[in-house]
């Protein structure tokens, strides 16, 4: 059975650059301000299909996507249903679950190879204690993550087909072409026949805009 496997060599210091980078990007912060946090992160990778965070299961850990994507996904009446997907530069690890320690809806599975750097959540709150403006920032990308999240379930719902997909691209642009159809159109609350028909016409138009 595969499981989670920490990494070594350089590739960890270029992981924990790209983290640092996409860090400073959402709000004022030095490299050196998030060093401490830096300093606790863990590279780690596992195989296409494995489940990194299960339903049931309070996570230890908060991940941040280096390489690959997950579906997070849960179970209604024995249907699976796409919550949302998450590809390099996304953050996730069941916070809500964590906080409340209560089991956790949702199951995170790695749709491709992943590499993800890792921070324990014990860790991280020792750091966000001690640290005014790493407390700040994991303050912002909180807020920021359920505002965002909430905008996008409420303007999913009064879009029309078309326009769904059209905001799919443009939230997660290339991953189009590395998740299945099938998982596409449920996360867009479609059959797979009307995401085919829905996308052959955006991928015509988008021809003729060039």
């Known amino acids: 059975m595969d499981t989670i496997k920490e990494m070594i060599g350089p590739e960890v210091e270029h992981a924990k650059v790209f983290f640092r980078n996409a860090l400073m990007q959402t709000m004022d912060i030095t490299a050196e301000e998030l060093q401490p946090l830096i300093d606790v992160a863990q590279l780690v990778s596992c195989k296409k299909g494995q489940v990194i965070i299960n339903q049931g299961e309070v996570s230890q850990y908060i991940y941040f996507i280096c390489k690959g994507v997950i579906r997070v ?12 997907f998450e590809k390099e530069g996304g953050i996730f690890g069941g916070n809500y679950a964590y906080l ?12 491709e190879n992943m590499e993800m750097l890792r921070i324990k959540y014990t860790d991280l709150q020792k750091v966000v204690k001690q640290y005014d403006k ?14 965002n999240h909430a905008m996008t379930m409420y303007v999913f719902k009064s879009l029309s087909s078309a326009e769904r997909y059209d905001q799919f691209v443009r939230q ?11 998982d596409i159109a449920n996360y867009l609350g479609m059959t797979p026949e009307t995401l085919s028909r829905v996308r052959a016409v955006y991928n015509k138009n988008q021809r003729k805009e060039k």
């Open 73 to 84: 996904y849960f179970y209604l009446n024995d249907k699976l249903i796409i919550e949302r």
């Open 100 to 111: 409340t320690m209560k089991p956790g809806t949702y199951i995170y599975e790695a749709v």
């Open 134 to 147: 790493i407390d700040d920032l994991y303050r912002h990308n909180l807020e920021t993550y359920y505002n």
């Open 172 to 182: 997660y642009g290339d991953i189009t072409n590395r998740v299945s159809l099938k």
